[in-house]
């Protein structure tokens, strides 16, 4: 598609039907896909011709909907992948195997955490976490010669913290190892990071992309800026010969804006087949198809529930980088001029119990483990993802026993305070 604003890509980016073709993403409910001769089909499986055989690795209703994705983040390739888990587990493994290392910001999501810390962990790779408060120098020091890559998130969840996407794509560069993101918070409505220097872009299209609650599922996008073959010592995945695919090699003949996609899909997806159903992919576009007018919103509700927290008695601390004296506020402002997300974190005084009292009499807010949906809903991450710490081991991993985690959905503002206030009227001083 010609470039248009985002606005234009989000609800028609990815797909031009031809004369007589459906107006909507057809969704392709079909395993496999028909040829005329073992010749034609032998061309696939030798990836020389372009083509779809089998849904485990690629089906066209996904490709649609990773062909928006790719658009609105600026890249040169994408693909859908069955949640954002898979995607953050992808895109590093895709280039990092047994014996290798990465660099990781250590504000990130839990479940990411968990995957790069113990399960990537006894696969035989190493993770070093650094904050992402660091100076350049402390980020340098962690690389090591097998470091392969750099991970960060735009807006970490559930921290709040905003990266310094320059200084982490820099760092990376200067090492000979592409800088991957999750850009999930932000999306790209509000930050592409790959204007910023970052290689790879990976989402959990469960939040705000899908937007409604109603679809796991995520998606990797390659800038297709990161030049492989200049460091091709340290990416022989990429730059020797693949014999399960009869001595191909990604980086000469798919280039630079295509070799990282085609990999993982001819070899992870093949092997691991995490692929999103293509039922999926088309809820995931009904929800693309307003996220410009929905961040929007979002972001407003934030802003406001933030405001009205920072000021209430009953408040401790309000983390939002939308508040002036927020820590990342100056930060935000170069990387989100438009808005961050509408999650915001705050504490109770009265501590955890204070925080129970809380939740209990919200009445809109539900409860969940889920963020960035629709309706709002919050955590209080003390008795939930984090029941098994004590106080001292909260506060000691940054999640205070008093911290609530609320995502502001798309209602009303006034009703959202009216409901935060009155449940706030019930904790006892
Ligand atoms: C939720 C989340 C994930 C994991 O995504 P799933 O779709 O739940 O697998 C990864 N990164 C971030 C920032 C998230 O918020």
Not at 308 to 327: S, T
Request: proline share 4%.
């Amino acid at each position: 598609m010609a470039k248009y604003k985002i606005n234009t890509t989000c609800v028609q980016g990815g797909y031009t039907p031809g004369n007589g073709e459906p107006r909507q993403i057809p969704i392709v409910q079909s395993t496999t896909f028909k040829y005329n001769t073992s010749e034609d089909m032998g061309k696939l499986f030798d990836l020389e011709a372009s083509g779809y055989f089998y849904t485990r690795l690629q089906n066209p209703t996904n490709d649609f909907v990773a062909g928006k994705i790719c658009e609105l983040e600026g890249g040169t390739a994408a693909m859908l992948t069955s949640s954002g888990q898979a995607a953050n587990f992808f895109a590093v493994f895709n280039i990092a195997s047994c014996g290798d290392h990465v660099v990781a910001s250590s504000s990130i999501y839990g479940g990411t955490f968990n995957l790069f810390a113990v399960t990537m962990k006894k696969m035989g790779i190493d993770f070093t976490f650094v904050s992402p408060d660091c100076t350049d120098e402390e980020l340098n020091a962690a690389f090591q010669p097998n470091t392969k890559a750099v991970f960060g998130e735009t807006i970490a969840n559930p921290a709040l913290t905003v990266l310094d996407i320059e200084q982490w794509a820099k760092a990376a560069h200067s090492h000979g190892v592409p800088f991957i993101i999750d850009n999930t918070f932000a999306t790209p409505v509000n930050c592409r990071p790959i204007e910023w220097g970052a290689d790879i872009v990976t989402h959990s299209t469960t939040k705000y992309m899908d937007g409604h609650g109603a679809a796991v599922g995520g998606c990797i996008v390659d800038s297709g800026k990161f030049d492989w073959m200049a460091h091709a010592d340290k990416f022989p995945g990429l730059c020797t010969p693949d014999d399960s695919y009869h001595g191909i090699t990604y980086a000469t003949k798919f280039g630079n804006a295509g070799a990282f996609i085609t990999k993982c899909t001819a070899q992870l997806m093949r092997d691991f087949g995490s692929i999103q159903s293509p039922q999926n992919a088309f809820i995931l576009n009904l929800g693309l198809e307003s996220l410009h007018v929905r961040m929007a919103r979002h972001c407003e509700n934030g802003q406001a529930v933030a405001e009205f927290l920072a000021k209430h008695p009953k408040i401790e601390y309000v983390n939002y980088c939308g508040l002036p004296g927020d820590k990342y506020h100056e930060v935000a402002k170069k990387y989100l001029p438009n808005g961050s997300c509408g999650v915001v974190s705050f504490g109770l005084k009265g501590g955890r119990k204070a925080a129970e009292v809380f939740m209990k009499n919200l009445k809109l807010a539900a409860i969940e483990t889920h963020v960035a949906d629709a309706r709002s809903c919050c955590l209080h991450p003390a008795n939930a993802t984090h029941r098994q710490m004590t106080d001292e081991q909260l506060t000691a991993c940054g999640i205070l026993p008093n911290l609530v985690r609320f995502s502001c959905g798309l209602e009303d503002k006034e009703d959202l305070i009216a409901d935060i206030s009155q449940a706030l009227d019930k904790v006892q001083d």
